[in-house]
């Protein structure tokens, strides 16, 4: 296969090129037209990329995979910031998928400025007669109906649960809920087996080719995930490359994570899939206050409380770096990104270096202080970071203000800092949380601004990253963070043939249109997986 008449970015030394020559699944040779065509034959597939740009294909540093493709058969509420907008969204929905027994919803703004007095009675009226759960964009928050309140078990009288929200008065729910009682609606909830979550896989692989994902990083993944991307790659239709990382839950003992070594030994380094991560959640994000800051929110006198002690934190830190695993601490606020840093050097200080090297992880990094920012590069630990949950849009940029002030707010997502500091950044996109599209994410690095190109000049201009650092950290930078820099993340002979091509030059194009550029052509393991558009010749 021959991609040529393109603008090929290498993200390796020679940065640009025209053309990618490939052999099986191997990158054969990049250079000009003219060098490439000449290893043409007749039954040589040639893509013409008409003059647009051709990348290393995307890894996504921070994704849900399985839950992304379950995703996919429920409401998309993301970027829906007024109350009307989500409701004409549930009703749309409603019409075309009247067989279905619930009404689910993702990506709800839970800090919707006009939200409903009561979720329960506004969503009574939209779900004619059906159970209704619409959950948040973080995973923290729902507003559910009277039917699906009825349905967990949740009246006036009961369960006693601070996360469910009810009337002054009456104490009747009103359909808002909290983290801390989600785990009601679980059971009642279309149940997930196995056969569905296999399906969702396949649907997640299917989305990621259609955005130009070759590669993913999925982060706290179950032991059931496991065994499904191994069924799929023992089958020989993995057709995404998959580093997944195991949560770990509470503060296990040594005893506990020892056991875990089998499953890295069952699931070793392999290009399709592999483990040798390990998942610890810290904290959660600012928008939902979640995020354990150093210094109060701005409008009240308390912080959210890390989900783990500093000490634990330490210990558990200190146990998995000394069986060679890697870290993925989850820590958005300025104090669990501390907590994180301080954690992995006490294990730099405890242990040898274990023979793979350390490659420890932060991911969010949503606010961070500038003494930590500059701790990064001499830990050796990688910010992996997710830029569009930094797009400025209009509720997000209000409660980002209200919640942490304006210094503070201005200092968030700060990938300039990290980068001018010559701190490792991985792209990611949370998703479902957030939008999976890498275009999307490396608008707002470049800009600062939401797609339609708000703020004029972008939110804190000063931490916009250049185009290429933002590409870098989708692929290459997010190769390096699954220890996977010499076979991937750049276009380079001998490199495995994963690319996506473009509908446009991005480089010339101007930055406001980086969000509306699409996925002409994806290519992965030397395979058309994805096209568009694009015209393939003999």
Not at 405 to 414: N, Q, V
Request: hydrophobic share 40%.
């Amino acid at each position: 296969m021959i991609v040529n008449n393109a603008k090929v970015y290498t993200a390796a030394g020679e940065r640009t090129a025209e053309a990618v020559a490939i052999r099986g699944n191997q990158i054969l040779r990049v250079g000009s037209n003219r060098e490439i065509n000449r290893l043409r034959r007749p039954q040589t597939e040639v893509i013409d990329a008409k003059g647009a740009a051709v990348l290393p294909g995307f890894n996504d540093a921070h994704v849900h995979v399985i839950d992304g493709g379950l995703a996919l058969g429920q409401i998309d509420l993301s970027g829906a910031d007024t109350i009307d907008e989500v409701s004409a969204r549930i009703r749309a929905w409603a019409d075309a998928n009247p067989d279905q027994p619930w009404i689910v919803g993702r990506g709800l703004n839970a800090a919707l400025a006009t939200a409903p007095q009561s979720a329960r009675q506004w969503l009574d009226e939209l779900a004619g007669g059906r159970p209704a759960y619409l959950g948040s964009a973080d995973g923290t928050v729902a507003w559910v109906n009277s039917q699906a309140l009825r349905s967990a078990g949740i009246t006036r009288r009961g369960p006693k649960n601070g996360a469910i929200v009810r009337a002054p008065r009456t104490d009747e729910p009103t359909g808002a809920l909290g983290e801390g009682a989600l785990a009601l609606l679980a059971t009642a909830l279309p149940p997930q087996t196995r056969d569905r979550r296999a399906r969702a896989l396949r649907a997640a692989i299917a989305e990621a080719h259609q955005n130009g994902i070759t590669s993913v990083h999925d982060v706290g993944a179950g032991l059931g995930d496991f065994e499904l991307y191994n069924e799929l790659r023992r089958a020989g239709d993995l057709q995404l490359r998959v580093y997944a990382a195991l949560a770990v839950d509470g503060a296990p003992s040594d005893a506990e994570l020892s056991r875990l070594d089998a499953v890295w030994s069952k699931y070793p380094d392999d290009p399709f899939f592999k483990t040798g991560a390990l998942a610890i959640r810290i904290d959660g994000p600012v928008v939902s206050r979640h995020a354990a800051l150093l210094e109060p929110y701005a409008d009240t006198t308390v912080s959210a409380e890390p989900l783990v002690a500093s000490d634990d934190l330490n210990r558990m830190v200190r146990l998995i770096d000394a069986r060679g695993w890697q870290v993925m601490s989850d820590a958005s606020g300025d104090r669990a990104v501390h907590m994180a840093i301080d954690a992995y050097e006490h294990a730099v200080r405890s242990n040898p270096a274990p023979s793979r090297g350390r490659r420890h992880r932060v991911e969010g990094v949503e606010l961070a202080g500038a003494s930590d920012l500059a701790r990064l590069r001499p830990v050796g630990v990688i910010a992996s970071m997710q830029p569009a949950l930094a797009s400025p849009e209009g509720p997000r940029l209000d409660v980002w203000t209200k919640y942490l002030g304006e210094e503070r707010a201005l200092s968030a997502w700060p990938f300039h800092r990290i980068a001018a500091g010559r701190g490792r950044l991985a792209f990611g996109s949370d998703w479902p949380s957030g939008a999976l599209s890498p275009l999307e994410g490396i608008h707002t690095a470049v800009t600062r601004t939401t797609p339609a190109g708000v703020p004029e000049g972008g939110w804190n201009p000063a931490e916009r990253l250049t185009l290429e650092s933002a590409i870098d950290a989708y692929t290459s930078g997010a190769a390096y963070a699954s220890f996977d820099e010499q076979r991937k993340g750049s276009l380079e002979a001998g490199m495995l043939a994963d690319l996506v091509v473009l509908s446009q030059d991005i480089f010339t194009a101007p930055r406001s249109r980086l969000a509306s550029t699409e996925v002409a052509v994806t290519i992965f393991d030397g395979k058309v997986v994805y096209r568009r558009n694009a015209k393939s010749s003999d």
